[in-house]
């Protein structure tokens, strides 16, 4: 015979132990939850994680909140385990539900707490009725983002409450003894021998470590705990220093705490000391000081550390859970989407391409590929400005004047059943921003607006400058809608790449997202305050410059002053796009030599760096980066000009452009013009 195989179904509860076997004796029948095998697998991740973890854990799962748990929460449940796995949370623990019903709330709607040594009255059935308890609860969001159960991190602490109001007690009690040691007679003589003894008792039958150490922190005297807890016995550690045993990466601390304790404060520290055997052992340590002397209570708490560990570990795993399945949602919307733009491409050139295609309808297949490729570059820029990564050409910009030029285009966009309302200073407001995305932050701000009110109903948008209370001035930008409002529960989720409440293929979800990158990495934020039901106003704040704009320019002669054609010399590693630089220049009226990297662009400049105006550079290259060889120039060749361009560069987008003019890629005609222009002066 064979031996039975694995359920491949039910992989998911490997490594529960006893836990697993509760859950498969279970008839699930008729359970709300059906079978484990046909459990979706948001269910079957989170379970798989309690059952393997060491820490006393419980998934709460579904509307009515079904109970799992893993086998370290056994003891916690008593009489109730037998029955327990599965059902509902109300009937496992109904004699605290009223308790425990405002924390579910409170997870439930985002709202995570974590509670240390909470007081809590159960029935008797297992056991002591008044209990202490730390636990966490925190919600368990599905691949839509709704709430599909939670987790709760639980541990009962009654016995370790009673040994620690048993310890503050030891300690006042050894505390009100020294004290009155300061101020005993010499003549009372009996009264000294009595609080001796009871000293005394106390120092041998404590189970925490006391010790009594000199100004230097040399060891005077310990009590048998030492042996206990640490393996040191008898007098082993007395004319030691208590630094001798503390991990040298604690040392510090220890020191500092002594000193501390010597200037008759009450110092506090967690510390790891070595044991006799060579470990070290976890010990909180209180020390207060008398006449020189500093008396030291110290408590066991290794086990307490573990256990944090390992509930830090359980949260990261699930984190990291949670990260993975917000990944792949962002995969799918990014294909998702240029797939669609890529079919508009690819389609209009096999249409074009056919024989004898008519030429007016040539023209709209050629404007459909600039319209796709237009918006491939919206979304690839929506991307990077949500992650602060967009290479950014800031200037100074007017920003009413900005939004009065965008006022005709939000116009259109708004619709004629929006009334539109612009309160702008009579002062200008300048800001030291990328003017680009400033226009594309305030048209995606708008347009949220616009679809927050469903056609209908009054924007706002208001410009104002403040000072913050530590002193900067900051241009304020609200854009105010007249809509529904935001629900309080998806306030936190409005910024995230791709979340939108739009019906399918009515929106991306990058527009928020790009005004959220955008005003950060410009240095500034965006705030969002919604009441439903009143609408919501959304605010863009940024820095405010006392820098005046540019004047505007036309595009200028590609001629030297001496009437030849300037001459560029093009550094570019993909041979199409340095195809297309060469053509776009020469259709300028340039001439231009390429090179495909930074050492070939050097090579030129050595056999004749008199013949070059400007230099034209990607940023990201095999070998040197164009950062580099920008700055090579700069120093080798200061009469030559030099154009950076980049699509993305995380030297650019965390550290900018050193200085150096940048052109964003993709790019048109014009805008190259425009650049070129600018850097000789035109």
Request: aromatic share 8%; proline share 5%; glycine share 8%.
């Amino acid at each position: 015979m064979t031996a039975a195989q694995p359920d491949p179904d039910l992989a998911f509860l490997d490594g529960g132990g006893e836990a697993t076997r509760l859950i498969l004796a279970r008839d699930w029948t008729d359970h709300p939850l059906g079978p484990p095998r046909n459990w979706p697998e948001t269910l079957r991740v989170a379970l798989s994680l309690v059952l393997n973890s060491p820490e006393s854990m419980i998934l709460a799962w579904g509307p009515e909140l079904h109970f799992f748990f893993n086998e370290t929460y056994f003891p916690l449940l008593g009489p109730r385990l037998p029955w327990a796995m599965g059902a509902r949370f109300d009937e496992v623990w109904a004699d605290a539900l009223e308790q425990a019903r405002p924390i579910i709330d409170d997870a439930l709607a985002g709202r995570t707490q974590r509670f240390v040594d909470l007081p809590w009255k159960l029935d008797t059935d297992r056991g002591e009725a008044h209990t202490f308890w730390s636990f966490s609860y925190s919600r368990v969001l599905d691949g839509r983002g709704d709430v599909a159960g939670l987790f709760i991190f639980t541990n009962e602490t009654t016995a370790r409450v009673h040994a620690d109001a048993a310890l503050r007690d030891s300690q006042l009690q050894l505390s009100q003894a020294l004290e009155e040691l300061r101020g005993l007679n010499v003549t009372l003589e009996q009264r000294i021998i009595e609080r001796t003894a009871e000293r005394d008792r106390m120092w041998d039958v404590s189970p925490d470590l006391l010790a009594v150490l000199n100004a230097e922190g040399v060891i005077q005297r310990t009590n048998p705990a030492w042996g206990k807890l640490l393996g040191y016995g008898g007098q082993a550690l007395v004319g030691r220093s208590v630094m001798e045993l503390v991990h040298p990466d604690d040392l510090a601390g220890a020191q500092e705490a002594l000193s501390n304790s010597l200037t008759r404060q009450v110092s506090r520290i967690e510390v790891r000391m070595r044991h006799a055997q060579g470990d070290y052992e976890w010990i909180a340590w209180v020390g207060a000081s008398s006449a020189r002397e500093v008396f030291a209570v110290g408590r066991h708490i290794t086990q307490q550390k573990a256990a944090e560990e390992a509930l830090r570990q359980t949260e990261e795993q699930l984190r990291q859970a949670q990260k993975l399945e917000a990944i792949g949602q962002l995969t799918g919307s990014v294909a998702h989407d240029f797939n669609n733009l890529l079919t508009v491409i690819r389609g209009s050139i096999d249409l074009i391409r056919r024989p004898g295609f008519p030429p007016e309808r040539r023209q709209r297949q050629i404007e459909a590929i600039a319209d796709a490729a237009d918006r491939a570059a919206k979304l690839t820029a929506q991307l990077l400005a949500f992650a602060r990564r967009q290479p950014l050409t800031p200037e100074v910009v007017d920003v009413g004047a900005s939004i009065m030029t965008l006022s005709e285009m939000i116009a259109t966009l708004s619709g004629p059943g929006i009334r539109l309302v612009f309160d702008l200073p009579d002062r200008p407001c300048h800001a030291h921003v990328d003017r680009s995305q400033f226009d594309t932050a305030i048209v995606n701000m708008a347009v949220n607006a616009r679809d927050a009110m469903a056609g209908q109903g009054t924007l706002t948008i208001r410009v104002w400058s403040e000072a913050e209370p530590q002193g900067a001035d900051q241009v304020r930008i609200a854009i105010i809608d007249t809509g529904e409002g935001i629900p309080a529960d998806r306030l936190d989720q409005i910024f995230e790449p791709f979340f939108t409440t739009k019906r399918l293929g009515a929106g991306t979800g990058l527009g928020l997202s790009q005004v959220f990158g955008f005003a950060r990495q410009s240095g500034g934020d965006v705030h969002v305050a919604s009441t439903p039901g009143q609408g919501a106003t959304f605010t863009l704040v940024l820095p405010r410059t006392d820098g005046l704009p540019a004047a505007d320019r036309q595009q200028g002669d590609p001629r030297a002053a001496n009437g030849t054609e300037r001459c560029v010399l093009v550094v570019e590693d993909n041979v199409e796009v340095g195809q297309f630089a060469v053509e776009a220049l020469q259709t300028l009226g340039y001439r231009t030599v390429i090179a495909t990297n930074a050492a070939a662009a050097m090579e030129e400049l050595k056999a004749g760096a008199e013949r070059f105006d400007l230099v034209f550079s990607d940023v990201m290259m095999p070998g040197q980066s164009g950062i580099d060889f920008a700055h090579d120039i700069a120093r080798l060749h200061p009469e030559l000009r030099i154009l950076l361009t980049s699509g993305y560069s995380r030297v650019i987008a965390d550290e900018g452009s050193h200085g150096f003019a940048l052109l964003r890629k993709p790019y048109t005609l014009a805008e190259l013009a425009q650049q070129i222009d600018r850097l000789f002066g035109v």
